[in-house]
């Protein structure tokens, strides 16, 4: 009698399993100003599995910070190597951010929908646009600062950015924070984990 329920059960998680493999993952697209806690928020999404969820690994011109890996946070790659996969189309979208280019690999992000899985693309505003262009589908998410004199606070005790630098990211996020009436939902970043569970209802939801 223990064999067949087990079987049954077996049998029941296959067909489960296949159905989730059957059905197409959804895209979603999450932007936030630098600095404004993306990689927390994140890093707190991707622990629950119930999510589905995949991360898009961005190819960059940029230099890799100390806690960074290559593969794991972005392909870290020069120049020629980002134009040579322009030209071969292999980028669903690029842009450039800060004097460094950042884009998103095609086949990589088609794969994982194919597969079920739920895409996070997490780029930058540019970008995003042209994702919601070509992809409409995809539901977008602008993560907002409390404000501007947080934010400010926030990039200075990251420490890990210039101040040249933390000077031209805060300038670039109060360009980038009149984008956010394009996006699907806006969801301020004050307490990470109201902030997270307010991004997974929307992620369990899966509506626009
Ligand atoms: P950071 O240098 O802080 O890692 O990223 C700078 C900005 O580039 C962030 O806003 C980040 O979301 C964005 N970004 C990362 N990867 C991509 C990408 O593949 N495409 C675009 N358009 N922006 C990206």
Not at 47 to 72: A, I, P, Q, W
Not at 83 to 111: H, M, R, S, W
Request: net charge neutral.
């Amino acid at each position: 009698m223990g064999k067949l329920v087990d079987k049954i059960k077996s049998n029941h998680e296959k067909l489960h399993a296949h159905k989730h493999a059957d059905k197409k993952g959804k895209l979603f697209i999450i932007s936030g100003v630098s600095g404004v806690g993306k990689n927390t928020v994140l890093k707190e999404l991707f622990k629950d599995e119930s999510l589905h969820l995949c991360y898009s690994v961005s190819m960059t011109t940029r230099h890799m910070r100390f806690n960074e890996v290559n593969g794991v946070n972005y392909f870290f790659v020069n120049r020629e190597q980002f134009q040579k996969a322009i030209d071969q189309d292999e980028l669903l979208e690029y842009a450039e951010f800060c004097d460094n280019l950042y884009g998103t690999p095609k086949k990589f992000v088609n794969d994982q929908l194919d597969a079920g899985k739920n895409v996070i693309l997490e780029i930058e505003v540019k970008g995003a646009l042209k994702v919601m262009q070509i992809m409409p589908e995809a539901i977008s998410i602008f993560i907002l600062p409390p404000s501007l004199e947080e934010l400010e606070a926030r990039l200075k005790n990251r420490g890990t950015e210039s101040d040249d630098t933390i000077f031209q990211r805060l300038k670039e996020a109060k360009n980038e924070l009149r984008y956010q009436e394009h996006y699907d939902y806006n969801v301020i970043n004050d307490n990470v984990d109201d902030c997270v569970s307010e991004i997974k209802k929307i992620i369990k939801s899966g509506k626009k």
